[in-house]
């Protein structure tokens, strides 16, 4: 029962995360967040994406 629950709570927070990126992504966000180090892009005029 342990093992559901779990399993349950892992696949809701990694759903939740994709969710978030798939929601950033169609408004035309960076999923990089907002630093400069990660992402060639992350810095440049989101007009632009």
């Known amino acids: ?3 559901i629950l779990i399993g349950t709570i892992v ?5 939740t ?4 990126m798939f929601k950033a ?4 966000e960076s999923s990089c967040g907002h ?3 990660g992402c060639p892009y992350a810095c440049d005029d989101p007009k632009k994406h």
């Not at 995360?17 to 978030?20: A, E, N």
């Open 17 to 20: 995360i994709v969710h978030r």
């Open 1 to 3: 029962m342990a093992d």
């Open 35 to 37: 630093g400069c180090s």
């Open 25 to 28: 992504h169609k408004k035309g």
């Open 11 to 15: 696949f809701g927070i990694l759903g």
